[in-house]
């Protein structure tokens, strides 16, 4: 993906930048960890579906 394309992606994310693959390997731990969270849906995407930023 070109840079522009990228940056104009980020600027869209209400946390401004990308998701690092830390972040979802976590939530595969505790969705691994934790029964209680079974059946349940997650989205990684940085709160891009909240939205606008303001």
Request: no cysteine; hydrophobic share 40%.
């Given at each position: 993906m070109n840079q522009a394309a990228l940056e104009k992606i980020v600027a869209d994310?209400?946390?401004?930048?990308l998701?690092?693959?830390?972040?979802v390997a976590s939530l595969i731990g505790e969705?691994?960890?934790?029964?209680?969270?079974?059946?349940?849906?997650?989205y990684i995407h940085g709160g891009l579906r909240l939205g606008s930023k303001g």
């Open positions: 994310v209400p946390i401004n930048r998701i690092e693959p830390e972040e969705l691994y960890r934790n029964e209680a969270l079974a059946g349940d849906v997650f």
